[in-house]
């Protein structure tokens, strides 16, 4: 609400604001040219043209003047036209469904609020709304309970933006909210992710926030949601080739060690496995394209370690596979019991295709390799790739043969290591497999638990 005095006639009050709050300063209102007081019968027919704007998705306001504040003449109502973006639709309708609960506050009446957050799918059958001043009578602890069931805030100031933001932390939810204005700087600075607009925008408010939207577009929220979810992924891709594939080195000279095998790997050949493990092919995984559906998945819980069972599960399998497969060729050379540099060059190349294969699967813990494509992450081919060249050049090159004591193999010696080594990627496919029935099989015993609550 705005007041203010006229440069031309001191003596008059013009005012505009919302409905609700203009009307109780007007005791008079102009029809024809007339100022006639204002009745009963007339508010309610101006509370229904109110309310008849505000459904249709228009920002109502009011306007009034007089010469004495307490006794003003009701001029009129104005709805302004402001639609959503193109796509902000669709938007809501993705972070909604990957588990994401968004709250409208704004300024407006409740009609209006409820019309535009209809339009959105913000707003459905049975959703709640609350108004600011509902709010201010609500503690902490009340709001905190009533805040998940509510999806719009209307007739809402910054402040009342703050205190909604408290509550929603108050029972344990990662907060991100969108303020431009100066007021909204304090709330900004309590959310967890505090979202400030780019373009329309202060400056205070831009200080205070976490993230900026450059082009003030909802959209780019969503692309940022998908693109943090991404890198998380790729770090937990990372961190499970590393860890199964040093687990699996460590095991396998432990083994050794234990049963009195000489060693299968030198000083050379387990300097340049490290060098694989921590070089590109590992490097690459950190790089691997968002996945399309990631927005799709319900966020994960912050509390929850990166270590999940889930993917302890996978290393372990995947290092047991590595482990079982190397000494076996081990075994399989030295039935002479004599350790010559096939022995060591066929368990040094095993261990390392083994590592090509574990890469190739930990691209992602749910997509197939098929889903995936092998050639959407290009660096991850090229590493692969110049890994393989590095590895031949290992085996064939003279000057590198006495290095890392490695001999020459067949190329049956070859497709016989290429095919055992894949059995790492065929059980982490299997796994996967597993675990997207078992997601879909409790998705569906979900879904039906929730239809025969309703029946009943």
């Not at 966020?299 to 290393?315: A, F």
Request: glycine letters at 8%; proline letters at 4%.
């Amino acid at each position: 609400m705005l007041w203010c005095l006229s440069c031309r006639d001191p003596g008059v009050y013009y005012m505009k604001g919302a409905y609700e709050q203009v009307i109780r300063f007007c005791s008079y209102y102009h029809s024809k040219g007339a100022t006639l007081p204002l009745n009963h019968q007339q508010r309610e027919l101006y509370q229904q043209q109110k309310s008849y704007m505000g459904s249709s998705g228009l920002r109502v306001l009011a306007f009034a003047s007089g010469s004495e504040m307490g006794n003003l003449s009701f001029l009129g109502l104005v709805g302004i036209i402001d639609p959503p973006r193109s796509g902000v639709k669709e938007a809501v309708g993705t972070l909604i469904s990957s588990g994401v609960a968004i709250k409208m506050i704004t300024g407006d009446s409740q009609e209006t609020a409820v019309s535009i957050a209809g339009r959105l799918g913000i707003y459905t059958k049975g959703s709640q709304s609350l108004s600011g001043e509902e709010v201010d009578q609500m503690d902490l602890q009340q709001l905190s309970q009533m805040v998940p069931r509510i999806v719009v805030f209307y007739r809402a100031s910054p402040r009342h933006k703050l205190k909604i933001v408290k509550s929603l932390q108050n029972i344990g939810a990662v907060v991100a909210m969108t303020g431009d204005g100066v007021n909204d700087a304090v709330a900004l600075k309590a959310a967890d992710i505090g979202v400030a607009m780019g373009q329309t925008g202060t400056d205070v408010c831009k200080e205070a926030a976490d993230m900026i939207l450059v082009d003030d577009d909802f959209q780019t929220i969503l692309s940022a949601i998908e693109e943090g979810k991404g890198i998380y992924n790729n770090i937990r891709n990372f961190v499970r080739f590393q860890l199964s594939t040093s687990i699996a080195a460590l095991t396998l000279i432990s083994l050794a060690t234990l049963m009195n095998f000489p060693n299968p790997l030198n000083a050379m050949q387990i300097l340049w496995i490290n060098i694989i493990m921590d070089g590109p092919p590992a490097q690459s995984l950190g790089v691997e394209p968002v996945d399309k559906d990631v927005i799709r998945k319900p966020p994960r819980n912050v509390r929850d370690s990166i270590l999940t069972r889930s993917l302890l599960v996978k290393v372990l399998v995947s290092a047991l596979v590595i482990v079982c497969g190397t000494l076996f060729v081990f075994w399989r050379e030295l039935q002479d019991n004599l350790i010559t540099p096939r022995d060591t060059t066929m368990t040094f190349t095993c261990f390392v295709f083994f590592d090509m294969f574990n890469a190739l699967s930990s691209r992602s813990q749910t997509r197939m390799v098929h889903e995936m494509g092998l050639c959407s992450n290009k660096m991850f081919c090229y590493a692969v790739l110049g890994s393989i060249m590095g590895q031949l050049a290992v085996i064939y090159f003279p000057p590198l043969q006495s290095v890392f004591q490695t001999e020459s193999l067949s190329i049956f010696d070859l497709l016989f290591l290429v095919g055992l080594t894949s059995s790492v990627c065929m059980v982490s496919e299997a796994i996967k497999w597993v675990e997207r029935w078992r997601a879909v099989r409790e998705r569906r015993t979900t879904v039906a638990e929730e239809d025969s609550f309703h029946d009943v």
